[in-house]
T-cell receptor, first 113, second 119 residues
Framework: DAKTTQPPSMDCAEGRAANLPCNHSTISGNEYVYWYRQIHSQGPQYIIHGLKNNETNEMASLIITEDRKSSTLILPHATLRDTAVYYCIVRVYGSSNTGKLIFGQGTTLQVKP | NAGVTQTPKFRILKIGQSMTLQCAQDMNHNYMYWYRQDPGMGLKLIYYSVGAGITDKGEVPNGYNVSRSTTEDFPLRLELAAPSQTSVYFC??????????????????FGPGTRLTVL
């Protein structure tokens, strides 16, 4: 699975959009980009995933560059409850492997009032 | 559905003691996983299981054992606790797609964690 690079920390004002970047320059054609987050002391929570098209769900939007070497998770209106560590993970699609997730150190997002 | 449940929430062990961390899921998921998370770090995979009776090692299996006698339960055993095993332990489960291959919609559901301290 491709390695990802994320900034260690970011701040965001409450009510503003939070844009979390992720580099995955060695991503291959059959690897999806997944985002999970971990609110303090809780188990990680799935947010969104995508292959090459931009994706949106009730939690967030995912923008993937055309060359797929980087992506951005967007929380459109960040709230204090969005303060968490955000993990960007790439994962092979359609593989008969274990489906295990490889977690890096993630980005700690601090939403401030 | 309760999702993924873990017991206990907290535990303190002395060096050399043994214990079992319990994990159960009620979503009929084939795949189950044990991760550990050290302070300030991401999660690391200890063991995983692709179905009842089948288990395999992850990145950091030393000092741990697992079993999977039912689809619902996946206990993690520490035989001789060491201070290096002080960590937060998370259990997770996920589905398996058609023909045994993961689809893009597979996500892992995590339990609330067990905080273990070995003194």
């Amino acid at each position: 699975d491709a390695k990802t690079t994320q900034p260690p920390s970011m701040d965001c004002a409450e009510g503003r959009a939070a844009n979390l970047p992720c580099n995955h320059s060695t991503i291959s054609g059959n690897e999806y980009v997944y985002w999970y987050r971990q609110i303090h002391s809780q188990g990680p929570q799935y947010i969104i995933h995508g292959l090459k098209n931009n994706e949106t769900n009730e939690m967030a939007s995912l923008i993937i560059t055309e060359d797929r070497k980087s992506s951005t998770l967007i929380l459109p209106h960040a709230t204090l409850r969005d303060t968490a560590v955000y993990y960007c993970i790439v994962r092979v699609y359609g593989s008969s492997n274990t489906g295990k997730l490889i977690f890096g150190q993630g980005t700690t997002l601090q939403v401030k009032p | 559905n309760a999702g993924v449940t873990q017991t206990p929430k907290f535990r303190i062990l002395k060096i050399g003691q043994s214990m079992t961390l319990q994990c159960a899921q009620d979503m009929n998921h084939n795949y189950m996983y044990w991760y550990r998370q050290d302070p300030g770090m991401g999660l690391k995979l200890i063991y995983y299981s692709v179905g009842a009776g089948i288990t395999d090692k992850g990145e950091v299996p030393n000092g741990y054992n697992v079993s999977r006698s039912t689809t619902e339960d996946f206990p993690l055993r520490l035989e001789l606790a060491a201070p290096s095993q002080t960590s937060v332990y998370f259990c997770a489960s996920s589905t398996k797609g058609l023909a045994g291959k993961f689809t893009s919609t597979d996500t892992q559901y995590f339990g609330p964690g067990t905080r273990l301290t070995v003194l």
